[in-house]
Nanobody
Framework: VQLQASGGGSVQPGESLRLSCVAS????????TGWFRQAPGKQREFVVT????????YYADSVKGRFTISRDNAKNTVYLQMDSLKPEDTAVYYC???????????????????WGQGTQVTVSS
């Protein structure tokens, strides 16, 4: 599976960004997907995951209520709408995918076998 993320940028606190990740090489509806992020000097951390049909979603507490994940299986694309951005959201954001159904415990980077190249999100005044 190949993943191509886009949509990052530099914004001020309180503004919004929408990330996209296009998958290829595998039937998209076979894949559970998600977003992780990594800030300088920190480990990659879980942000949100979504199941194959888009019904199941799991959010990190730090983004709950501000970020929304969605997917369009017809376009092989998963989206991350990020609203009310904060400086602490600054990081490189990675999309990830794994074959099969989403499990409640799928919050570790090791649970996902395919990764995109990352897109930088910077939130600063």
């Amino acid at each position: 599976v190949q993943l191509q993320a886009s949509g990052g940028g530099s914004v001020q606190p309180g503004e919004s960004l929408r990330l996209s990740c296009v998958a290829s090489g595998r039937s998209f509806s076979d894949l559970s997907t998600g977003w992780f992020r990594q800030a300088p000097g920190k480990q990659r951390e879980f942000v949100v995951t979504i199941g194959r049909t888009g019904v199941m979603t799991y959010y990190a507490d730090s983004v709950k209520g501000r970020f929304t994940i969605s997917r369009d299986n017809a376009k092989n694309t998963v989206y991350l709408q990020m609203d009310s951005l904060k400086p602490e959201d600054t990081a490189v954001y990675y999309c990830a995918a794994r074959l099969g159904p989403l499990r409640i415990g799928d919050r570790r980077a090791a649970d996902f076998g395919s990764w995109g190249q990352g897109t930088q999100v910077t939130v600063s005044s």
